[in-house]
């Protein structure tokens, strides 16, 4: 390999080099402000939630519902699924056999 060939290969690798340690730095910076925002605003520092906690709260919700409040749920989404079918049939997009 020629001495310019070199000499451009190893300014690439610096170049890409710098741009990697750039982005980790970013991204750790952005974290951190992300952690001192939270605490500032008084939610603490934040922990994972797991699929268990999750569904757990789902569940506290959907039981802390009364039929009458389900029933309502269930109907509007019904109507908004009837209405997107619809749309997607008769709509904007039904002269191209979408």
């Known amino acids: ?3 310019m060939k070199e000499k451009f290969m190893e300014e690439q690798e610096r170049l890409i080099r710098e741009a990697v340690e750039a982005f980790v ?3 750790w ?9 939270s605490e500032r605003m008084g ?6 939630v797991t ?13 802390s519902l009364t039929d009458k409040q389900k029933q309502k749920l269930y109907e509007e989404q019904e109507a908004y699924e ?17």
């Open 25 to 27: 730095d970013d991204d």
């Open 43 to 48: 939610y603490g520092t934040s922990k994972p």
């Open 1 to 3: 390999m020629g001495k």
């Open 29 to 37: 910076q952005y974290q951190e402000y992300l952690k001192s925002l």
């Open 51 to 63: 699929q268990e906690e999750i569904q757990s709260n789902h569940d506290d919700w959907w039981n």
């Open 82 to 98: 009837k209405d997107r079918i619809n749309n997607d049939i008769n709509g904007l997009n039904s002269r191209y056999g979408v």
